[in-house]
């Protein structure tokens, strides 16, 4: 395992409610502003740290970032240092996902609990073609094709047509984003196998599954649930890869009774 970054970066975060830690972990391209609506609920039994990650959001890249696992991981431990924390559930989503699971895999004394949300042990050829397709339509078509695609695959179309506000805020923001930290995750996230280890968590897990995910296909869920022992799994129907958008309170309840749970039983 690689060691921690130099320089950690200062990542900017939401912090709000007590108790037992739960970090609130975004994917590739996205910000804290993900939790909105899972944090306040989830404030109201623990302590939730929902961070920009590194290049994202409010959060610094600092010079060199290559953008790998170990760089975020060491910023986010470092976040955890700095706030006093000793170990948190680590809860994140399709890119945070991963990035909770290399918690439990490699920071075992930091992580009491894994919560995956649209996540999977690797990164298959459909999200590596995904991505790519994404990548090739902002290049080749522009900003606002890039923001229609982005809809287009993340979510579930009923959502969009009920949530066309959101269509409007991305297609907006499409043409002022900086990429280059996303993108430079993404290599990272195409090489992420931990297929060979991902039996050896050691930590509980929950697995968070959108039925109709257009980016990680379901199936992961089921391979996740079947190899990691003693995992357990939500699935849900008619529901995209942005699950904590398109099911905030579902979510949140999840969430809020999985990490009860592990802390009633101490298992963590």
């Known amino acids: 395992m690689a060691g921690e970054p130099a320089s950690p970066a200062a990542l900017d975060v939401h912090d709000e409610g007590s108790g037992p830690a739960v970090l609130l972990l975004h994917g590739v391209g996205g910000n804290r502003s993900l939790w909105n609506s899972v944090a306040p609920p989830l404030a109201r039994h623990f302590r939730v740290i929902a961070p920009d990650l590194r290049g994202h959001g409010r959060s610094p890249a600092p010079p060199g970032s290559q953008f790998t696992f170990d760089e975020l991981l060491g910023d986010v431990t470092h976040l955890l240092d700095v706030k006093g924390i000793p170990s948190a559930?680590?809860?994140?989503?399709?890119?945070?996902?991963?990035?909770?699971?290399?918690?439990?895999?490699?920071?075992?004394e930091r992580t009491r609990s894994v919560t995956m949300i649209s996540g999977s042990a690797y990164t298959d050829a459909h999200t590596r073609a995904i991505a790519q397709r994404l990548a090739d339509t902002y290049v080749?078509?522009?900003?606002?094709?890039?923001?229609?695609?982005?809809?287009?695959?993340?979510?579930?179309?009923?959502?969009?047509?009920?949530?066309?506000?959101l269509a409007d805020r991305i297609r907006a923001g499409a043409?002022?984003?900086?990429?280059?930290?996303?993108?430079?995750?993404?290599?990272?996230?195409?090489?992420?196998?931990?297929?060979?280890?991902?039996?050896?968590?050691?930590?509980?897990?929950?697995?968070?599954?959108?039925?109709?995910?257009?980016?990680?296909?379901?199936?992961?869920?089921?391979?996740?649930?079947?190899?990691?022992?003693?995992a357990q799994i939500r699935i849900f129907p008619q529901t995209g890869h942005m699950v904590p958008l398109e099911r905030p309170a579902e979510t949140a309840e999840a969430i809020r009774a999985f990490v009860a749970s592990v802390e009633a039983t101490g298992s963590a």
């Open 175 to 230: 043409g002022t984003q900086d990429l280059g930290p996303a993108t430079a995750w993404v290599r990272a996230i195409d090489r992420f196998d931990e297929r060979n280890r991902i039996a050896t968590v050691g930590v509980p897990v929950l697995i968070v599954q959108g039925m109709d995910d257009g980016v990680v296909d379901p199936a992961h869920g089921r391979i996740l649930r079947q190899s990691v022992p003693g």
């Open 89 to 108: 559930h680590w809860v994140g989503l399709s890119g945070g996902a991963l990035l909770a699971l290399r918690a439990g895999l490699d920071r075992r």
């Open 140 to 165: 080749k078509e522009g900003p606002d094709a890039y923001a229609l695609r982005l809809l287009k695959d993340m979510y579930y179309p009923d959502w969009i047509e009920a949530h066309l506000d």
